[in-house]
């Protein structure tokens, strides 16, 4: 019986952590106006900026209209179904916006890749880089393997402030009390506490015990 309800409590937790896990994607789907706000790194083109498998978190909420020169962003290859990171290098022309890029390892800009980047081509700006994580991204596909990523994340931090703390008063457990007929042990025990939590006064003379 307490086997069954052990797994059941274990199944509901982790019920608990998909369910949330899931809300958070959603809620970072909108809030980075994105559908996928993370990408992995996946060349050494922006080495030493960006690495292979470091993991970019990309904000659509951000202006194409507003990207200055030196801004990482994210976009689709005009002439290449590839999704790029680069670095904005040029403004090309304003009218519509359109801009040149290149990745910092890279001699120079490639065409059909880096130019012209248009407002269609856009995803978004790098606004966060995790390193190195992206390893995980090599084993499953997207979402399921950011949603991984984010539940270990998740209890690392649970379990790094999630530790109960060491309550000294209650170290001795029910069993280790001494029982109700051993009197001088209780009084030791009683003794060993006040002396644990009340430092004694230095000036106080010790009390006279009447008979």
């Known amino acids: 019986m307490k086997k069954y309800s052990a797994t059941s409590g274990f199944v509901k937790d982790i019920i608990i952590v998909v369910i949330g896990i899931a809300i958070i994607w959603i809620g970072l789907r909108v809030a ?11 060349s050494g083109s ?24 030196g801004d990482i962003i994210v976009f689709h290859a005009p002439s290449e179904d590839l999704v790029i990171v680069h670095r904005v290098a040029e403004v090309l022309n304003q009218n519509p916006l359109t801009i ?12 059909g890749v880096d130019f012209p980047i248009t407002h269609g081509n856009y995803i978004g700006k790098v606004v966060y880089v995790i390193p190195q994580i992206g390893y995980v991204t090599r084993i499953l596909t997207p979402p399921i393997n950011y949603i991984i990523i984010a539940v270990i994340v998740g209890i690392m931090i649970v379990k790094q402030f999630g530790k109960p703390k060491t309550d000294t008063a209650n170290v001795l457990s029910s069993k ?11 009084a ?3 003794n060993l506490a006040d002396k644990e939590y009340s430092a004694p006064d230095k000036d106080q003379k010790p009390e006279e015990k009447k008979e």
């Not at 690495?51 to 209209?65: A, K, L, Y």
């Not at 040149?100 to 065409?111: E, L, Q, V, Y």
């Not at 280790?176 to 042990?185: C, I, Q, T």
């Open 188 to 190: 030791e025990t009683r």
């Open 100 to 111: 040149r890029t290149k990745g910092d390892a890279n001699p120079g800009s490639i065409p």
């Open 32 to 42: 980075f106006g994105t559908e996928n706000p993370f990408y992995v790194v996946s």
């Open 46 to 69: 922006m080495i030493p900026n960006l690495n292979i498998f470091d993991v970019i978190v990309v904000n659509g909420n951000i202006p194409f209209d507003h990207l200055k020169i």
């Open 176 to 186: 280790d009390l001494p029982s109700p007929d051993n009197s001088s042990a209780a």
